[in-house]
Nanobody, 115 residues
Framework: QVQLVESGGGLVQPGGSLRLSCVAS????????MAWYRQLPGAQRELVAT???????NYEDSVKGRFTISRDSARKTVDLQMNNLKAEDTAVYYC?????????WGQGTQVTVSS
């Protein structure tokens, strides 16, 4: 059973920084994709950033230059460094992995950007 545990959400002022972390357990083979999604109230879940096993990364346009995704395949962790946060970044952030072609989600962590 693949499990994902997230940490690092919270309340931050506009322009501030937060770092989200996620650790996966229950995997034996390498994880193909590790990513972060977010969901605003009343909206669909959207991809924020993804990091694949070959080293490629991709970002949603609005976070490019502000957010950085990093993964440690040996430790089975994926982090999201979020800088220059804006009010519109307020959302529940979810860790995601694709393992053996199946998707798995974390429980979500709230990020609130407000003065």
């Amino acid at each position: 059973q693949v499990q994902l545990v997230e940490s690092g959400g919270g309340l931050v002022q506009p322009g501030g920084s937060l770092r989200l972390s996620c650790v996966a357990s229950g995997t034996v083979l390498p994880i193909y994709e590790m990513a972060w999604y977010r969901q605003l109230p009343g909206a669909q879940r959207e991809l924020v950033a993804t990091a694949k096993s070959g080293g490629s990364t991709n970002y949603e346009d609005s976070v490019k230059g502000r957010f950085t995704i990093s993964r440690d395949s040996a430790r089975k962790t994926v982090d999201l460094q979020m800088n220059n946060l804006k009010a519109e970044d307020t959302a529940v952030y979810y860790c995601f992995v694709r393992y053996l072609s199946s998707p798995y989600w974390g429980q979500g962590t709230q990020v609130t950007v407000s003065s």
